[in-house]
């Protein structure tokens, strides 16, 4: 069973920058694709970023793109957000997630993680 472990989470103000990671007990053909997810309250969850821990992946959403910059360290088997210029609306509870397939849905996703808490004032 593979787990996944968020940290980086807490409280920043609007413009700033915040680094999240993703630690993974282990990297398996389970774990193909490593994604980052988000859940704003009273918001369904939606897809943030993804890449594969060869690299030859990357995807992000329209609403993140330029901002934030997804990255692995396959030798740590950990994956990294990096967030730049936050907006309040970017305030959410952001999970990591595992898929074995490429595919950047939430329902294709084996594993995920507890989540951690971004707040972003104004």
């Known amino acids: 069973q593979v787990q996944l472990v968020e940290s980086g989470g807490g409280l920043v103000q609007a413009g700033g920058s915040m680094r999240l990671s993703c630690a993974a007990s282990?990297?398996?053909?389970?774990?193909?694709?490593m994604a980052w997810f988000r859940q704003a309250p009273g918001k369904e969850r939606e897809f943030v970023a993804a890449?594969?821990?060869?690299?030859?992946?990357?995807s992000y959403a329209e609403s993140v793109k330029g901002r934030f910059t997804i990255s692995r360290d396959p030798a740590k088997s950990t994956v990294y957000l990096q967030m730049n210029r936050l907006k309040p609306e970017d305030t959410a509870v952001y999970s990591c997630a595992a898929s074995p397939i490429v595919a950047l849905k939430a329902d294709s996703m084996n594993y995920w993680g507890k989540g951690t808490l971004v707040t972003v004032s104004s």
């Open positions: 282990e990297r398996t053909s389970s774990t193909t694709v």
């Open positions: 890449i594969t821990w060869s690299g030859s992946m990357l």
